[in-house]
T-cell receptor, first 111, second 118 residues
Framework: GESVGLHLPTLSVQEGDNSIINCAYS??????FIWYKQESGKGPQFIID?????DKRQGQRVTVLLNKTVKHLSLQIAATQPGDSAVYFC??????????FGPGTRLSVLP | GAVVSQHPSWVICKSGTSVKIECRSL??????MFWYRQFPKQSLMLMAT?????????EQGVEKDKFLINHASLTLSTLTVTSAHPEDSSFYIC??????????????FGPGTRLTVL
């Protein structure tokens, strides 16, 4: 089924620590996943993507891990900075069909 | 590259009026654009898929006569909220699919339009 929007869970981390944001996706046939960052009052911003034939992909300070067995996606942010504070959404896509968004996680970076 | 713009960024209107929101892909062609609605502290909910030169595909529960979508060119899609009511107040976000080779699935989002209906 599709993910439904609920009140956002919050993750608080100390500045400089690593952050791990988790996402459980719903469709085992999904073959493409994206992590988006959304700051207050703005549209989602692309962070990193991964296809189902991979289990790990690294970008600048970010790493996405995909576990297809348990339908789990995670976003790791290294050395979290105040500018990383935002809401993070995972999105799954099934062979070019529409993206389905997860409920989102609010990341708060503490000084 | 891959910039999507929306206009206006914020609109306040009276109940019963219609509001048009524009979504433009600035540096790429988008045969497909998507319209989302987002309520406070909630995730994005897809309203409709806009295809250039053809009718939009609406998600279940979205009234096509209330949310009119026009995708007249490869860089512009419009969403018109007709006879707006306070419950239509929300953050409307569009996205465009970059159809360039190797990037057929990536969607790029606009900055959103905040609609407030009084």
């Amino acid at each position: 089924g599709e993910s439904v929007g609920l009140h956002l869970p919050t993750l608080s981390v100390q500045e400089g620590d690593n952050s791990i944001i988790n996402c459980a996706y719903s469709n085992s046939a999904s073959d493409y996943f994206i992590w988006y960052k959304q700051e207050s009052g703005k549209g989602p911003q692309f962070i990193i993507d991964i296809r189902s034939n991979m289990d790990k992909r690294q970008g600048q300070r970010v790493t996405v891990l995909l576990n297809k067995t348990v339908k789990h996606l995670s976003l790791q942010i290294a050395a979290t900075q105040p500018g990383d504070s935002a809401v993070y959404f995972c999105a799954e896509n099934n062979y070019g069909q529409n993206f389905v968004f997860g409920p989102g996680t609010r990341l708060s970076v503490l000084p | 590259g891959a910039v999507v713009s929306q206009h206006p960024s914020w609109v306040i209107c009276k109940s019963g009026t219609s509001v048009k929101i524009e979504c433009r892909s600035l540096d790429f062609q988008a045969t497909t654009m998507f319209w989302y609605r987002q309520f406070p502290k909630q995730s994005l909910m897809l309203m409709a898929t806009s295809n250039e030169g053809s009718k939009a595909t609406y998600e279940q529960g979205v009234e096509k006569d209330k949310f009119l979508i026009n995708h007249a060119s490869l860089t512009l899609s419009t969403l018109t909220v007709t006879s707006a009511h306070p419950e239509d107040s929300s953050f409307y976000i569009c996205s465009a699919r970059d159809s360039r080779r190797g990037r057929t699935d990536t969607q790029y989002f606009g900055p959103g339009t905040r609609l407030t209906v009084l």
